[in-house]
């Protein structure tokens, strides 16, 4: 697509519950990043995929979080037994592979546990 | 360790005046890339304006110019000629990491342009 599309932009999730999070990239980015900003926060890394793989995991906070992404396009994070403190703005980004310029962001998901 | 520290949390300015706001970074290598991201209540990060390390001469995007001192490690961003649409969670990043290239970001400074 023409941009970075984040779904849900919106999701109230109870404490204890399990979510994902989809992040669809432009075409052709083969980097993909997640990140998240809590309230008020700077962004904080979570996790990086080149491709299909992830050389770079060491920004998820917890063994709750995960991701993935298949056909070196979508890429999914979950969230197990989500806690109040998960509650931010999730946000994904791509670029080009083989440059360090030309992130593009997605409009993120802002999850809310309750 | 890498580190971007952005000293002011909240900045006001007139419409039409100018605005600096101000980044410091740290890192250990010498060619890289430093970027100003603008957050809107769209939450979507854009790109403001980017600057080459190796380059000494400041990057310039219409009403956006910014001043690099490598030596003091200082990125900041002048405005000229706020806009209301200026409004914005304004974030100074870098990238590190190798390969991985990712950003690291300041905790944002956020501008309120008023009428």
């Known amino acids: 697509g023409a941009g970075v599309s984040q779904s849900p932009s919106n999701k109230v999730t109870e404490k204890g519950k399990d979510v994902e999070l989809r992040c669809d990239p432009i075409?052709?980015?083969?980097?993909l990043y997640w990140y998240r900003q809590s309230l008020g926060q700077g962004l904080e890394f979570l996790i990086y995929f080149q491709g299909n793989s992830a050389p770079d995991k060491s920004g998820l906070p917890s063994d709750r979080f995960s991701a993935e992404r298949t056909g070196g396009s979508v890429s999914t994070l979950t969230i197990q037994r989500t806690q109040q403190e998960d509650s931010a703005v999730y946000l994904c980004?791509?670029?080009?592979?083989?440059?360090?310029?030309?992130?593009?962001f997605g409009s993120g998901t802002r999850l809310t546990v309750v | 360790a890498q580190t971007v520290t952005q000293s002011q949390p909240e900045m006001s300015v007139q419409e039409a005046e100018t605005v600096t706001l101000s980044c410091t970074y740290d890192?250990?290598?010498?060619?890289?890339?430093l970027f100003w991201y603008k957050q809107p209540p769209s939450r979507q990060m854009i790109l403001v304006i980017r600057?080459?390390?190796?380059?000494?001469q400041n990057a310039t995007e219409n009403r956006f110019s910014v001043n690099f001192q490598k030596a003091a490690k200082s990125f900041s961003l002048k405005i000229s000629d706020s806009q209301l649409g200026d409004t914005a969670m304004y974030f100074c990043?870098?990238?590190?990491?190798?390969?991985?290239?990712?950003?690291?970001f300041g905790t944002g400074t956020l501008l309120a342009v008023q009428p």
């Open positions: 075409s052709g980015h083969t980097a």
């Open positions: 600057q080459e390390a190796y380059k000494q």
């Open positions: 980004a791509s670029r080009v592979g083989g440059s360090n310029y030309g992130y593009t």
């Open positions: 990043a870098f990238p590190f990491g190798g390969a991985t290239n990712k950003l690291i």
């Open positions: 890192t250990s290598e010498n060619n890289y890339y």
